[in-house]
């Protein structure tokens, strides 16, 4: 595997430092170590030239096994290593041929760090999950694969991207392979076009070649897979493969690896198998922060703000994290082309963002807060009977028949559902789901309640 001439030099410095301190004899380095670089890297060998034949009989014996040692402590697998002189690099550097290419427009977003993921109670477990498979040095227990899951722009690519750049900050050499599951995809059918147009199978080979060098998958939302049998197929050869040699995967998707529809039982087995963690939508805290985060980054200083704007976007839109930030930019492009103003106040951030106040109103017509509101005026209920845990058979009936709605009407996962219900987890909203479901099938009066609070609902 190659890799850019900086990440050599940034790897042979670390190597030598180590090298000078464990030597204790600068005479013995700046004699045989000076001037000494590596010129590739290549199935498991370094090639590292040196400034002297001398050099190269003395380090290949007499301190073979120290550098050996040091460069296996480092890049955490073996390798030989071979000095060479200058003149000796082409007879013996053989030229890698050049093999097929895959996922050529896909690359890990370097902007997207853990220094600049705001953490909460909301998102607190996925990101402690994300330090743990990006750790050089892996404790005993490590989540294989890690599932992120949440309503869109909550932050799961920010984290996929985040453990992909730590992971390269630790060693560069690592192969790691950031796509959507979009991208797999459209790869996929490019190789069957392919075979369907040389008669030959080849490519495919080539694919799952090229994943054995990948040490680490990181693909995005996972759920794009739907229906696409053929193509689950091949992910789960390059998923078990991956899994079984120990090589880490980190999924993301927008729900639970069990409310994944028309994906392979096999694939969601072993899904939910590994660490399955949810993102919420931040809390007002957490929004605040991350508002003050976006102003500072475009270099603009937040004291020129009120304190009652960041208040103001933490409320309104705390449940989106990439509408958030689009908010932002609004208000600063408003206040700096539009209106400039030297200190922006509650009602510069109200006039700056009106295009997206008015647009959520309209999205919230029908909500959770709706539907709850409805079904417990429908059963003569109050809305705290019905979120509550209470369990009469009216009340469950009605509280099943709220969740039933939420996840037909409103298309959000079995946690977010949860939520509402006083936490309640995705299993329980997942079975009471399923029984509304199966009972408008059987029961016509069930039937009739379900079209009837639908009307209510428009």
């Known amino acids: 595997m190659k890799a850019a001439v900086q990440e050599f030099t940034q790897l042979w410095n670390r190597i030598l430092n180590e ?8 005479r013995i380095f700046n004699t045989f170590f000076s001037d000494s670089e590596i010129n590739n890297i290549d199935n498991n060998t370094l090639y590292v030239v040196v400034n002297s034949r001398l050099a190269k009989q003395v380090l290949s014996t007499d301190y073979y096994a120290l550098i050996s040692k040091i460069v296996e402590n480092i890049l955490e697998s073996n390798y030989t290593v071979s000095f060479l002189l200058k003149d000796e690099i082409n007879k013996e550097i053989k030229v890698e ?10 690359y890990i977003k370097k902007e997207m760090t853990f220094d600049n993921f705001v953490v909460g109670d909301s998102n607190r477990e996925a ?11 892996p404790s005993n227990w490590n989540p294989n694969p890690l599932f992120l899951y949440s309503d869109s722009g909550l932050g799961k690519t920010h984290l996929l991207n985040a453990i992909g750049n730590r992971i390269k900050e630790n060693n560069s050499l690592k192969n790691v392979l950031y796509t959507t599951a979009e991208g797999f995809f459209n790869e996929y059918v490019r190789i069957v076009q392919g075979a369907v147009q040389t008669g030959s199978s080849s490519r495919s080979q080539e694919l799952l070649e090229y994943f054995r060098n990948v040490d680490v998958l990181l693909i995005d939302d996972i759920q794009f897979f739907t229906k696409k049998k053929n193509c689950q197929e091949m992910f789960f050869t390059i998923f078990s493969s991956m899994i079984n040699n120990g090589k880490q995967v980190v999924i993301t998707s927008d729900r639970h690896p069990n409310e994944l529809k028309d994906i392979e039982n096999r694939l969601i087995t072993r899904f939910a198998g590994g660490l399955p963690i949810s993102i919420n939508p931040p809390d007002i805290d957490t929004s605040k922060e991350i508002t003050k985060m976006y102003i500072s980054a475009s270099g603009m200083d937040i004291n020129r703000i009120d304190p009652e704007v960041f208040s103001f976007f933490a409320e309104k839109f705390s449940k ?4 958030l930030k689009g908010a932002v930019n609004k208000l600063l492009f408003y206040t700096i082309n539009i209106k400039k103003v030297d200190r922006i106040s509650l009602s510069n951030a ?8 008015k647009a959520n109103e309209s999205n919230k017509k029908l909500s959770e807060i709706k ?8 059963y003569s209920l109050t809305p705290s009977q019905l979120t509550g845990n209470m369990r009469t058979s009216q009340i469950a009936l009605a509280r099943h028949i709220a969740m039933y709605l939420m996840r037909e009407l409103l298309d959000i996962s079995f946690d977010k559902i949860g939520e509402s219900f006083g936490g309640k987890d995705h299993s329980t909203v997942m079975s009471a ?6 009972g408008v099938k059987t029961n016509p009066s069930l039937e009739s309640v379900i079209k009837e609070l639908k009307e209510k609902l428009k």
Not at 130 to 135: A, E, P, R, Y
Not at 371 to 378: A, C, F, L
Not at 433 to 438: A, F, G, L, R, T
Request: a negative charge; aromatic letters at 10%; one cysteine or more.
């Open 19 to 26: 090298i000078k301190i464990q030597l204790n004899d600068n």
């Open 97 to 106: 041929e050049t093999k097929p290419s895959f996922f050529n427009e896909f």
């Open 127 to 137: 990101h402690q999950a994300s330090l743990i498979v990006s750790s050089p040095k």
């Open 320 to 323: 989106n994290i990439r509408e």
């Open 350 to 357: 109200i006039e700056a963002v009106s295009d997206f106040l």
């Open 371 to 378: 539907i709850i509101d409805v079904v417990s005026n429908y």
């Open 433 to 438: 789901c399923k029984n509304v479901e199966k």
